[in-house]
Nanobody, 115 residues
Framework: QVQLVESGGGLVQPGGSLRLSCAAS????????MVWYRQAPGKQRELVAR???????EYADAVKGRFTISRGNAKNTVYLQMNSLRTEDTDVYYC?????????WGQGTQVTVSS
């Protein structure tokens, strides 16, 4: 059984910063990528940032230059540093573990950007 636990969401003013964390545990062999998605009510889940096992990164255009994805020293951990936050970044953020043959999701963490 694989579990993902996210943390770090909350309320922040526009222009502020937050750091999301995601830790994966369980029977994990051969991580292909770890990915952050976000979803607003009534909308499709969208990719925010992705990092492969080799360290390659990919970002949505809307967050390039503001968000940074990184892996922890414990390779089953991924972070999302979010700077210069905007009201439109308000969403539930989900961590995804891509093993190639299977995919697992965290429970989501709410990020609210509001003055």
């Amino acid at each position: 059984q694989v579990q993902l636990v996210e943390s770090g969401g909350g309320l922040v003013q526009p222009g502020g910063s937050l750091r999301l964390s995601c830790a994966a545990s369980g029977s994990i062999i051969g991580i292909y990528a770890m990915v952050w998605y976000r979803q607003a009510p009534g909308k499709q889940r969208e990719l925010v940032a992705r990092i492969t096992s080799g360290g390659s990164t990919e970002y949505a255009d809307a967050v390039k230059g503001r968000f940074t994805i990184s892996r922890g020293n414990a390779k089953n951990t991924v972070y999302l540093q979010m700077n210069s936050l905007r009201t439109e970044d308000t969403d539930v953020y989900y961590c995804n573990l891509d093993l190639g043959v299977a995919s697992y999701w965290g429970q989501g963490t709410q990020v609210t950007v509001s003055s």
